[in-house]
């Protein structure tokens, strides 16, 4: 069974966590939500009532500071008082008596005044609500009364600010000053009210019911009328108010957090300061939290359930479906693995294997196409739509490497010049490629026309130069180019065939770009070189290798390259050539057996350039000298006799000879020739004649005219059982098995 790792976070823990999040992460997202409206709400509400408490004392304010207005303007208008500003010289004692007494009247009767000073201008006296009557000069609160006579002119309001009482020094008062009557252009006095501070703050706070010490109440001019708040810049708050604007933030003062509130009357200048404690709101934000976790844990709950529900409804398949490939080769790849990621790693390994064969695959459809093998039609409409064909017509083009580097091409640079080839003609062509043998390329390509034309075949030698241009350039290649005839698609082999055959005579062709559909000269009337072959054998004959190779130069110069005759027929031309050597050596009595291994004609058929087919020519024109020569030194050390005896053989080889009749003829006993030759040439003469007699049937076997009988009377051979089993035991095979292989190219 297939094991998953469990300390592993497998697939089916992550299908969890991702419905958990996606149920939790907008819960949690929506409570906050609704905590931080919550919150601002609660913000929103303290800071309203925080300025509605504002308002309610300014409102108070106005009205206190009316009333003063009010009080200070009845007492000028009083008859008795009127008259003892108008006329005070000659007043009896008891016209200020009763002036004093109506003024204690007013304070008595409203204990927000501590005390009352009435100045008479004219005489300079003082009247107050307690002592009495006071020339101004030994009044004791003269200074101030002095101040203000030279201050009141100037005086826009009767505010005069906040002192020590003179008449109770541990109580502070707040002194109002108005010089009277109002009615008056020129004042006749100068009365002033002096307030009890407490009073006054609590007259001003009473219909809000607020604690003094969170009030904080500033003249005109700025300066802290209550008492100040520890912890709390009290300056600071009375210079961000303003006329007419109500402005709010939250403070904290000593650890407590506030809603500070403050403004500036309009009509009077004076400013109030409200700090409202926030735990009200503080209380509605914890209640809000509260509720949002007990949501959340309830989600969490739910979730939990619902997320692993899908999360199985989900990973069950993936489960199943491992379940199932256990046992088809994946079981080891499969350990520490949750089901998942051992289906998806199936998976990727089947995708790798189908893009890692996709080449492979199609490299083995063209290659069927090109060797009329029939795939199947689906696999071919598929190569078809995947090349990008659309034209009924193609041509194939076959790319050889004609390196001059040895043969063992890697398969690293055959990959190597194959793509490059493809990905050419692929930007120029739709086209479709296989790797042929012997380092040959062969493609498809998809053309528009079904002729060739100008510019068709100018358009397949561009692309076919820029491959070879790119080829010697990275991998020093030199690649040649046969493009068939256009053909239809059910005809694709006999386009290949047709370069196929056109390849055989690549040796003899000119351009490194060939199309086989072209006339290849099959009309000229053909010259067999027959001078040259004179001219040849003798040079060979002679040891000449200087100048056998200047005729094997000339003859290809002059002759076979641009002559304008059949490839195969000068193909033809350079065997029957070759053969003519060996058979005249034949017939000068050489035994060409040890040459045969080294000179196979079947190899001009090989050779891809004019140059490879010249030097193998002249390689094996080369190793016939040279095989010469090392026959020549050999003999040259025998004997006369065994010299004899071997002439006598090379030339009487078709006779029925017997060793007496080879032993006559060197002149020697029949015994005696044995020894001897048996001494200089390692072998019997008996054997060196079988040999040369067999050595010579080889050349015979070639020409399928001939018949054995004919073959064997050729040689000096009368039985042809006798022929059968020398040639076996010389050859390890009988002649028919050797002519067949001959024949047969093998």
Known sequence: MIRFKKGSKSVFRKHLLLFLLTILIPTVLILSFQVYRVSKDAILQTENVSIGKLDRMARNLDIVLEQLDQITLQISLTPDVLELLTRPFGQPAYQYAQVKEQLRSWMTSNPLFQSLYLEILQNRKVLTTGEGIYDEADFYDGAFMKELQSASPARSTPWIGLRRS?????????????????????????????????????????????????????DPEGRLISAPIAGFDADQAAALATVGKVYTEAVRVEGTKYILAGRRDASNG??????????????????????????????????????????????DPWRKLADRLQGFGLKNSAENRDAYTFVNHAIHNLLAVIRKNEPIVR???????????????????????????????????????????????????????????????????????????????GFILNVDSGEFDA?????????????????????????????????????????????????????????DIYFAGKSDGSAAH?????????????????????????????????????????????????????????????????????LMDEIDLLQLQQCVNRH??????????????????????????????????????????SDNLSMADVAGAAGISASHLSRCFKAEVGKSPQEYLTELRIGISKQLLADKSLSLQQIIGMIGYNDVHTFIRSFKKVEGTTPGEYRKRRLNGM
Not at 483 to 509: C, G
Not at 530 to 540: F, N, P, S, T
């Open 166 to 218: 003179r008449e109770d020094g541990n109580n502070e008062v707040l002194t109002f000053a108005k010089l009277i009557p109002p009615t008056q252009s020129a004042p006749l006095g100068l009365l002033a009210l002096n307030l009890r501070k407490e009073l006054f703050l609590k007259t001003v706070m009473s219909l809000n019911n607020e604690k003094p010490d969170r009030v904080l109440v500033f």
């Open 270 to 315: 004076w400013i109030i300061v409200q700090l409202t404690p926030m735990e009200a709101y503080n209380r509605q934000v914890a209640a809000a939290v509260r509720q949002s976790v007990l949501i959340c844990l309830l989600v969490l709950a739910v979730g939990i359930g619902l997320s692993y529900l899908f999360a199985s409804i989900l990973y």
């Open 363 to 441: 490299d083995h459809l063209v290659y069927d196409l090109l060797h009329d093998h029939m795939p199947d039609a689906e696999s071919t409409a598929d190569l078809f739509r995947h090349a990008g064909f659309v034209f009924p017509h193609f041509a194939v083009l076959v790319v050889l490497d004609e390196s001059m580097e040895e043969r063992n091409h890697s398969a690293q640079r055959l990959l190597y010049l194959f793509s490059l080839a493809e990905e050419t003609l692929r930007s120029r062509f739709p086209s479709a490629g296989t790797i042929l043998e012997r380092a040959r390329f």
């Open 455 to 511: 510019g068709l075949e100018a358009r397949i030698e561009d692309a076919c130069r820029e491959i070879r241009r790119l080829a010697s350039e990275r991998f020093q290649a030199e690649l040649s180019f046969c493009v068939s005839s256009i053909r239809p698609q059910d005809r694709l082999h006999e386009a290949y065939e047709q370069v196929k055959r056109t390849l055989a005579y690549k040796a003899f062709m000119s351009s």
């Open 526 to 594: 053909f010259r067999y070189p027959a001078a040259y072959q004179k001219l040849l054998l003798g040079a060979i004959l002679s040891g000449d290798r200087e100048a056998a190779e200047g005729y094997a130069a000339e003859l290809f110069e002059q002759y076979l390259i641009g002559s304008g005759y059949p490839y195969d027929k000068l193909l033809q031309t350079i065997i029957m050539l070759m053969s003519h050597v060996l058979s005249s050596l034949i017939s000068e009595g050489y035994d060409i057996g040890p």
């Open 612 to 653: 490879e087919l010249q030097q193998l020519i002249i390689r094996q024109i080369g190793r016939v000298i040279g095989y010469l020569e090392s026959v020549r030194e050999k003999t040259s050390g025998y004997g006369a006799a065994v010299k004899q005896a071997i002439a006598y053989m090379n030339e009487h080889y």
